[in-house]
């Protein structure tokens, strides 16, 4: 992951990186990005997301991968 987050820098920073502006559900983002961590406790933690259906626009992925970044760094 650390050399596909590098070539995302890149891409950024040099204005290519293309991005799928959509409508994105942050609980499932949220989840995902729980499931998916390294060494994840068992059973999974609790989300508590504040809204049911709390939406934003942008890149679903790309917001998966900055929310599983912070809980691996925290």
């Known amino acids: 992951p ?3 987050d590098l070539l995302l ?3 950024s920073d ?3 990186l ?3 502006r959509e409508t994105v559900e942050l609980g ?5 990005a729980v499931c998916f961590l390294p060494g994840r406790p068992a059973p999974l933690p609790r989300l508590a997301v504040p ?3 709390l ?8 917001l998966a991968r900055l929310f599983e ?6």
Do not use: M
């Not at 970044?69 to 925290?74: D, G, Q, R, Y």
């Open 14 to 16: 040099a204005s290519k």
């Open 2 to 4: 650390l050399v596909q």
């Open 51 to 53: 809204g049911e259906g």
């Open 28 to 32: 499932g983002v949220l989840e995902a």
């Open 55 to 62: 939406t934003v626009r942008g890149d679903g992925d790309l």
């Open 69 to 74: 970044n912070l809980l691996e760094n925290a």
């Open 9 to 11: 820098l890149a891409r």
């Open 18 to 20: 293309a991005l799928a």
